[in-house]
């Protein structure tokens, strides 16, 4: 059964920090490329960033580049994404998912979401 | 950037109603669509890629259509596990986008 379980959220400053972790099984992680996507409190779906299996490729929505950085560790199942200079805006839900395999953008799996709140 | 519309934006229905959502893409996508279904305080599932083909295990009540433009969801009969928000996303640049998004209640 595909898993994956997000970690990390919380409750951080304006200007702060935070980490955020995607653990996966169930699956051949390293054979899918994933993303990072938001949603913040009784809004839509926000996509945020993407990683090719090797690393290789890596991209990112206008709203997070330059503050968010996206990575992967293939030996231990698990998906990252670093978010810096946090922002009021940046408050949502945020899950990870996995890329139908051969097909960029297209999730068909989903974490359950770490909430991330960003306030003083 | 290619901008993403859902109408309606909330629609009421009972159980047993045909219910059609449309999504327009503010420039051709071909099929690069797909449909999410989301409960509250859940993950979204993917219920429809390349506009019309169903992912295993969803319901043969869900069905796509659409190309370039213009696109359909389709529950061809409301059952109450259905009562959710459903999203359309392209996929068609390296930018996805979703729509805004439809939420289908209870009459």
């Known amino acids: 059964e595909v898993q994956l379980v997000e970690s990390g959220g919380g409750l951080v400053q304006p200007g702060g920090s935070l980490r955020l972790s995607c653990a996966a099984s169930?699956?051949?992680?390293?054979?899918?490329?994933m993303n990072w996507v938001r949603q913040a409190p009784g809004k839509g779906l926000e996509w945020i960033s993407y990683?090719?299996?090797?690393?290789?490729?890596?991209k990112y929505a206008d709203s997070v580049k330059g503050r968010f950085t996206i990575s992967r560790d293939n030996a231990k199942n698990s998906l990252y994404l670093q978010m810096n200079s946090l922002r009021d805006e940046d408050t949502a839900v945020y899950y990870c998912?996995?890329?139908?395999?051969?097909?960029?953008?297209?999730?068909?799996?989903w974490g359950q979401g770490t909430l991330v709140t960003v306030s003083s | 950037d290619i901008q993403m519309t859902q109408s309606p934006s909330t629609l009421s229905a009972s159980v047993g109603d045909r219910v059609t959502i449309t999504c327009r893409a503010s420039?051709?996508?071909?099929?690069?669509l797909a449909w999410y279904q989301q409960k509250p305080g859940k993950a979204p599932h993917l219920l429809i890629y390349q506009a019309s083909s169903l992912k295993s295990g969803v319901p043969s009540r869900f069905s796509g259509s659409g190309s370039g433009t213009e696109f359909t969801l389709t529950i061809s009969s409301l059952q109450p596990d259905d009562f959710a928000s459903y999203y359309c996303?392209?996929?068609?640049?390296?930018?996805?986008?979703f729509g805004p998004g439809t939420k289908v209640d209870i009459k």
């Open positions: 990683i090719s299996t090797s690393s290789s490729t890596i």
């Open positions: 169930g699956f051949t992680f390293s054979d899918y490329t």
């Open positions: 996303q392209q996929y068609n640049t390296y930018s996805p986008v």
């Open positions: 420039q051709s996508i071909r099929t690069w």
């Open positions: 998912a996995r890329d139908q395999q051969g097909t960029y953008y297209l999730l068909d799996y």
